[in-house]
Each structure stands twice: as C-alpha cells, then as structure tokens.
C-alpha cells in the first residue's frame, strides 16, 4: 500500500518540528536566549522557513520549547510511580527533576525575567505537573515516608530551591549532598530516624568537609577531616581563592 500524499506530508512536519524543538532545547541551555532562529535551523537540519513556519517567533519557540520539557517531567514522574515504591518513587523524582534543571538556567531564567508568563499552552503543562507531583506526594504520605504537613506548593518550591543550591555550590558531588540533606526534611519524623541515610545519620558520622563521603574512623590522633589528599588540595584551592576575592574586595 502506497502512502497518502497528505499523510507524507504530515509525518514529514512532525518530524521535523520534533527536530526543531530539540535544536532549540539544547541551543537554549547551551548558548542562551540571544541564539537566533536560524542559528537554530542550521543545527536542527533544516531550513529557516521550516522554523518559521512552525515557530513564527522566538517567543513562541521557546514556550513550546517549556512546554515540552515539563510534560517530559510529567512522563517522568509516571515512570518512576510504576517502577518502585510511592516513597522511593516520590524521592527519586525530586532528584531527578534538580539534576535535569542543572543547565537550564536561561530557560528558567526566562520564566521569571518575563511579567508575560505563563502562556496558555505552558499554564496547561504546568497545571499537569502540579497534578502530578501532588499524586506522587499523596501516594508517599499514605505509605508513611513523607510528612503530613506539606502540600505540592511546598515540594515545588523546595525543589526549585535546591535546584539554584545544587548551581550555586562549588562542586557537583557536594552540591548533591546538600540537595539530599534538604529533601531529607519531607520524610515522616518516625523515617528520619530510622532510614540509614538520614539526616541524623549524616551529623554523627564522620564526613569528609569537601566530598561528603564516609570518613574511616582513627583510633589515635586527630579526627581526619577529608577522605584523601585530592580533596584536601581541593579545599586548599578553594581556601585561597575565597581569601584572594575578600582581599579584593576589601582593597
């Protein structure tokens, strides 16, 4: 059976919309708002008119360019309900949506420089997610692993604050240390306790200052502060730097 013209020509627009949107998600994060549509065409692999002819401005680019990354959010946190337990679920979703912010900043950036948003199209997949993080939440609390007393509003906005921490640190392995310590303070007061990992936990085991891994405990001598030389000579590093900057200021 040969193929309908019409539907030829359909499949071909999807498609290369697919490829636009792509191009424009990755020139975005990479190079900023300021990239220009047909700098977009030439890394999507086709041409300017095509872009137009989908996206008849920027403005209207980058909210589908949103649109798409949250309802990919969305999808992701139906996945995870379906692979482990709501707890871990609820968990793992939070970190996963910080690490995919991680590089997004002139997209994020975009959403609160701009009085204009959200958009229609944008206030829908953002009314999803809101959806959906609140089931994963619920879900959570009925099993006993998140307190009581947050609602969705809560998660959402502890989770974009510890997006901006995790950007903010120094390092990326420490920067997820803190975004774990805070997420910590959502489980039920009877799991931080009891959950290995806990914040408690992570007080009263020696950690290293720099990395944040288990330190080995001495018998004699002073408590070790790093877990090797590499982060020792990191700390250092970081030590001067800070001074070399007050010294700068203050000159």
């Known amino acids: 059976m040969t193929a309908v013209p019409g539907d030829a020509g359909r499949a071909d627009a999807r498609r290369n919309r697919r490829k636009v949107l792509a191009a424009a998600s990755q020139a975005f994060d990479e190079h900023g708002l300021d990239v220009s549509l047909g700098a977009i065409a030439r890394r999507a692999g086709v041409g300017a008119g095509t872009v137009y002819r ?71 997949s953002a009314r999803r997610f809101g959806r959906t993080l609140d089931e994963l939440l619920r879900a959570a609390q009925r099993a006993g692993g998140v307190r009581a007393d947050v609602s969705a509003n809560d998660v959402a906005a502890l989770t974009a604050g510890c997006a901006t921490m995790r950007a903010a640190h120094h390092d990326g392995n420490g920067g997820t240390r803190m975004v774990r310590l805070v997420l910590e303070s959502l489980r039920a007061p009877s799991r931080v306790t009891q959950v290995p990992d806990c914040r408690d936990t992570l007080q009263a085991t020696p950690r290293c200052q720099e990395c944040g891994d288990r330190l080995r405990t001495r018998s004699t001598g002073r408590p070790a502060r790093y877990c090797g030389a590499t982060c020792r000579q990191r700390a250092h590093r970081r030590r001067l730097g800070s001074a070399t900057r007050l010294a700068d200021a203050t000159s």
């Open 54 to 124: 989908h996206f008849p401005s920027k403005e209207i680019l980058l909210e589908a360019v949103l649109v798409h990354q949250v309802d990919d959010l969305v999808e992701t946190a139906r996945q995870w309900a379906t692979r482990v337990d709501p707890v871990a679920a609820f968990f793992g979703f939070l970190l996963e949506v910080v690490d995919t912010s991680h590089g997004r900043k002139h997209t994020c950036d975009a959403l609160t420089a701009q009085t204009s948003w959200p958009r229609p199209s944008l206030a829908a």
